[in-house]
């Protein structure tokens, strides 16, 4: 876990795909546009994340803060999440889309669910699902995939 864990990390991330991507929420008054490498991509079945998206988990990418442009007012909602970071969620004040969320434990990334990029995501390769505790047996993803009681334990989305 330690010393290899680095190089590790660097060479998924040179794996992942380069984003160049615009869309909008359901109503069209938001729009999100990235365009950079994506840094992780990965499912969190965490209850919160069963909310908020309504499935059984959320499946999102990590993008650096730098490449990510929202366009039209947000509403924003922030909780403590297990971590102790504070994790807030934006969504559109319309039709209450989240088009992106970030945690204070992670302030150079934006987190972005992969559904608001619906018909131009075929890109998406979930690496690891977290808060597998909370996971549903219902709600099938790859069984080859890494899983996670909670967090992945070297690093906190
Ligand atoms: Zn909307
Ligand atoms: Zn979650």
Not at 31 to 38: C, D, H, I, K
Not at 54 to 61: K, P, Q
Request: with cysteine; hydrophobic share 40%.
């Amino acid at each position: 876990m330690r010393g290899g864990g680095g190089h590790a990390s660097l060479a998924i991330m040179s794996s992942m795909p380069h984003l160049d991507l615009t869309a909008s929420c359901d109503c069209g008054a938001i729009t999100l546009s990235v365009s950079g490498q994506a840094i992780s991509m990965f499912q969190c079945a965490c209850l919160n994340c069963q909310k908020a998206t309504g499935g059984g988990h959320a499946s999102v990418v990590l993008a650096p803060v730098g490449s990510v442009k929202t366009v039209g007012a947000t509403k924003s909602f922030v909780r403590a999440a297990d971590s102790g970071a504070l994790f807030t969620r934006h969504f559109c004040p319309e039709c209450g889309t989240t088009v992106m969320a970030q945690s204070s434990r992670a302030p150079a990334f934006r987190i972005l669910p992969v559904g608001l990029f619906a018909g131009q995501n075929a890109w998406f390769q979930p690496n690891q699902l977290i808060f597998a505790r909370s996971h549903a047996p219902w709600d099938l993803v790859d069984a080859a995939m890494p899983q996670h009681s909670a967090y992945r334990p070297e690093k906190t989305p």
